[in-house]
């Protein structure tokens, strides 16, 4: 679907950060617990959005739920790895926030530590969320917060590239046809694809699209499917139709090399469409296709609203009010729209397409995908460092793609003691 209208602003942070114990850090000094400043009236509120101050939209959200409830919320951002140090250090300490707002997979992270309430400990009403989102929070059974909001990748496409090589977008529904355009394109002399390969979380959540794809599943990464994933990408790069530079690329150095207007595709997120507005491209957004055809599950970006332990089990009441006001069908399409996020309850996103038909493709890209967490919980952040390095390795030339993941596998079982 074709687009040039939708404005966005600021990204999810994808960086998983610190996702395991943590047994020291800066800043223990922060005097932003609950016991000691969360008293008379005032509710501590942690969120990833430093780079949105209180006359933001979101701010202004934020207050407009602070005012409905009737207290003051005293609201901190830190950048998202910050975010879940000092939440691993508060929750050590005993003085958590009231609200912490946390990168969906380390949800499991701080839910495992004993860190978090449970939705049914708060009362809070979880349905009419989509299973697939509330999916990144569930730990045998329980679900620990509520989503706020998703995104996602998908494919940006140059419609003036694909156009200039005769490549039709809507005739790439599959992994074979979106190597054919490659193949296109890069004859009628532009450049292919270009994608985040880095040796980082932001590698593997590029990655996993293609890997979950192929059919694939997180529990045996070196699976003939997995591999075929891995393959497609090293052969992009042997063929041409991808550069060298995905190896080290961020998704914020790969926006840039599509940016240039030589690339036909890039794969990347929600949070870039107020650049490509702003970038002057004819482009267009594709779901990323599994390799049979049909959108393949990618991985779920956003964040989940939560509620820390608290000793004053008192406080509850008015926490979950003022989760109730953000999440609420009365205020959720605004926070959503002040986030730049999917709305994760259906009726809504309907209201968000009719406002912005260019959300489209992101709907269902979002309606497809899948939590990085889910069904792993904190084995997670193991797997995904083998999986990332296997990536830099096949890329790189250094394994080929089966014995790079076949590597990777048996690394991540010995690191789960398995």
């Known amino acids: 679907m074709r687009h040039h209208t939708l404005r966005s602003a600021g990204a999810t942070a994808l960086a998983l950060g610190v996702l395991t114990g943590v047994t020291a850090c800066s800043g223990s000094d922060s005097d ?29 959200q934020v207050e407009h739920c602070a005012e409905q409830t009737g207290v003051r919320i005293d609201r901190t951002g830190y950048d998202t790895s910050d975010l879940t140090t ?28 004993g860190l978090l309430s449970t939705t049914e400990d708060l009362g809070l009403d979880t349905s009419g969320f989509a299973e697939n989102l509330m999916a990144a929070g569930e730990i045998d059974g329980a679900s620990y917060g509520v989503p706020i909001g998703a995104n996602t990748t998908a494919l940006y496409y140059n419609a003036t590239v694909l156009a200039d090589a005769g490549v039709d977008p809507a005739s790439v529904t599959d992994w074979q046809s979106l190597t054919d355009a490659l193949e296109q394109v890069t004859a009628a002399g532009h450049k292919g694809i270009t994608f985040a390969g880095i040796g ?70 929600t949070w870039q469409l107020a650049a490509a507005d702003e970038s002057g491209i004819d482009y267009g957004v594709l779901t990323i296709p599994s390799a049979a055809g049909g959108p393949a599950p990618a991985a779920t970006g956003g964040e989940f609203v939560t509620a820390p332990v608290q000793t004053d089990t008192d406080r509850y009441e008015t926490t979950t009010q003022i989760i109730d006001c953000l999440v609420s069908a009365d ?46 919980g904190t084995d997670y952040p193991v797997i995904s460092e083998q999986l990332w390095n296997a990536v830099q390795n096949a890329l790189s030339g250094s394994q080929s793609p089966q014995d790079a993941l076949e590597a990777a596998q048996q690394a991540a079982e010995s690191g789960l003691g398995n």
């Open 32 to 60: 932003s617990g609950s016991d000691s400043d969360a008293s008379g009236g005032t509710f501590t509120f942690w969120d990833p959005y430093p780079q949105w101050d209180e006359d933001t939209a979101w701010g202004q």
């Open 86 to 113: 000092q939440a691993l250090l508060a929750g050590q300490q005993g003085n958590s926030p009231d609200i912490i707002v946390l990168d969906n997979p380390v949800v499991s992270t701080l839910a495992e530590a």
């Open 200 to 269: 980082t979380e932001e590698g593997s959540f590029q990655f996993l699209p293609w890997l979950w794809g192929s059919g694939a599943d997180l529990h045996d990464i070196a699976s003939p499917e997995a591999v075929s994933a891995l393959e497609l990408w090293k052969g992009w790069l042997d063929d041409g139709y991808a550069p060298n530079s995905v190896i080290s690329n961020t998704q914020e150095v790969s926006w840039q090399e599509f940016a240039t207007g030589d690339y036909a595709f890039a794969q990347n997120g």
């Open 331 to 376: 205020n959720l399409l605004a926070t959503d729209t002040a986030l730049s996020y999917v709305a994760p309850i259906e009726d809504l996103r309907e209201q968000q397409v009719q406002d912005n038909p260019g959300l489209a493709p992101w709907v269902e890209a979002v309606s497809a995908a899948r939590g990085r967490t889910t069904d792993l």
